[in-house]
């Protein structure tokens, strides 16, 4: 069985640029999370969605942004990138509904503003 | 003061000894508690759950929650090479998104 599966694994962008981050989750799973990690802050939660609603919404400014489609694949958005969005860009997904049941992550995507 | 609070390290040992890895927190309605693993360059993986005062045992890893002190524990016993990784606790209350620790980082020196 396939787990989190998250592109691209890395990537370099320019402060004032945009980046689209892309999470698949595991087949049958419908919830997915996004969290960022940096070795400051650790793991601090962005948003959760379920059946293509954000249910939950971290502490984060309104850069950034995520969607969930009819499959459960859901991407994130950062707009006008600034040096402090360097992190890693971690997915998750559980099997039911937000809150409930073991998170399982992916390999992240590692975001560097220059 | 952060909600979930972990020590860094890094915290180095020799194969076979066991290893102490804690959290404290503020928060006392925080019921749920978790302990992951995180090898470098990978994502963090569940380790052991629990949601009760007490000791949880599964083969070497014991995890450990006293609610009265708004402290837990995760025992690594004969630790092994393999287990160096980064260790974050994670905890929350019902309905609520997880709260983490910012992670310890454990080396085992064969």
């Known amino acids: 069985k396939a787990g989190v599966t998250q592109t691209p694994r890395y990537l370099i962008k320019t402060r004032g640029q945009q980046v689209t981050l892309s999470c698949s989750p595991i087949?049958?799973?419908?919830?997915v999370s996004w969290y960022q990690q940096t070795p400051g802050q650790g793991l601090q939660f962005l948003f959760e969605?379920?059946?293509?609603?954000?249910?939950n919404k971290g502490n984060f400014p309104g850069r950034f942004s995520g969607r969930q489609f009819s499959n459960s694949r859901s991407e994130m958005n950062v707009s006008t990138l600034e040096l402090g969005d360097s992190a890693l860009y971690l997915c998750?997904?559980?099997?039911?509904?937000?809150?409930?049941?073991?998170?399982?992550f992916g390999e992240g995507s590692r975001l560097t503003v220059l | 003061q952060k909600e979930v609070e972990q020590d860094p390290g890094p915290l180095s040992v020799p194969e076979g000894a066991i290893v102490s890895l804690n959290c404290t927190y503020s928060?006392?309605?925080?019921?749920?508690f978790m302990w992951y693993r995180q090898y470098s360059r990978k994502g963090p993986e569940l380790l052991m759950y629990?949601?009760?005062?007490g000791n949880k045992e599964d083969g070497r890893f014991t995890a450990q929650v006293d609610k009265s002190s708004k402290y837990i524990s995760l025992f690594i016993r004969d630790s092994q090479p393999s287990d160096s990784a980064t260790y974050l606790c994670?905890?929350?209350?019902?309905?609520?998104?997880?709260?983490f620790g910012k992670g310890t980082r454990l080396s085992v020196i064969a």
């Open positions: 998750a997904s559980r099997l039911g509904p937000p809150n409930t049941g073991e998170l399982f």
């Open positions: 928060n006392s309605a925080f019921q749920y």
């Open positions: 994670a905890m929350s209350i019902p309905n609520t998104p997880l709260v």
């Open positions: 087949s049958g799973h419908r919830s």
């Open positions: 629990t949601y009760s005062s």
């Open positions: 969605y379920f059946s293509e609603t954000q249910r």
